[in-house]
Structure formats: structure tokens, C-alpha cells
Nanobody, 119 residues
Framework: QGQLVESGGGLVQAGGSLKLSCAASKTILRISAMGWYRQAPGKQRELVAVISRSGTTNYADSVKGRFTISRDNTKNTVYLQMNSLKPEDTAVYYC?????????????WGQGTQVTVSS
């Protein structure tokens, strides 16, 4: 049981920036990774970026060089800094937290926040 609270979405012009935040309840134990996914209308949900507890990061090819994921372990919070935004970045962005236990893994999802990039 736990809760994720997302914020930071909105409407921005192409070339602009937004920063998303996701705060996870400290009732979520043994967090192994924090990440961001997005889903555009008519498309599958896709991984945008992920960061491990140790700080290792991975990005979708489409956002490399433009987006940066970071986290504050003391606050159980993950961020996504999005620069040079393009209209194709328009989607609902979801925070994802993975909690690892021996033999199994739990997933938690945020409520989603809309990011709209106008041309």
C-alpha cells in the first residue's frame, strides 16, 4: 500500500521546458527504481526514463539529450526535467515506482499528468 503524487504538467510552446515531480509515500519500502512513462492517444504506454536506487539512469532514444531524470532518496521523490520540448512529446505522463522483495516485485503508479506541447 502506498501513494504517489504527481505534479508539474501543463501546456508549453515547442522548445520550452517543464519539470515533473512525483513524491512517493514513505510507506513504500525497498524502492529499487523510479521512472516515468507516457502514453499518447492511440499509442502504447512507453518508458521515458528510469533511475535506480543507486542512480543508474536509462532513457528512451527519443528523449536522450533533452530530458533528465533525477531523484531525492531522502524525500522519496523523482523528477523529470524536460527541455527542448516537441509536439510529439504530448502525452499523459505517469510516475512509476518499483519495490523489490525476494522472489517478487511490486509496482505503484501515479495518477498521470498531462503534458501538451504546441507548435
Amino acid at each position: 500500500q502506498g501513494q504517489l503524487v504527481e505534479s508539474g504538467g501543463g501546456l508549453v510552446q515547442a522548445g520550452g521546458s517543464l519539470k515533473l515531480s512525483c513524491a512517493a509515500s514513505k510507506t513504500i519500502l525497498r524502492i529499487s527504481a523510479m521512472g516515468w512513462y507516457r502514453q499518447a492517444p492511440g499509442k502504447q504506454r512507453e518508458l521515458v526514463a528510469v533511475i535506480s536506487r543507486s542512480g543508474t539512469t536509462n532513457y528512451a532514444d527519443s528523449v536522450k539529450g533533452r530530458f533528465t531524470i533525477s531523484r531525492d532518496n531522502t524525500k522519496n521523490t523523482v523528477y523529470l526535467q524536460m527541455n527542448s520540448l516537441k509536439p510529439e512529446d504530448t502525452a499523459v505522463y505517469y510516475c512509476n515506482i518499483r519495490s523489490s522483495w525476494p522472489g517478487h516485485e511490486y509496482e505503484y503508479w501515479g495518477q498521470g499528468t498531462q503534458v501538451t506541447v504546441s507548435s
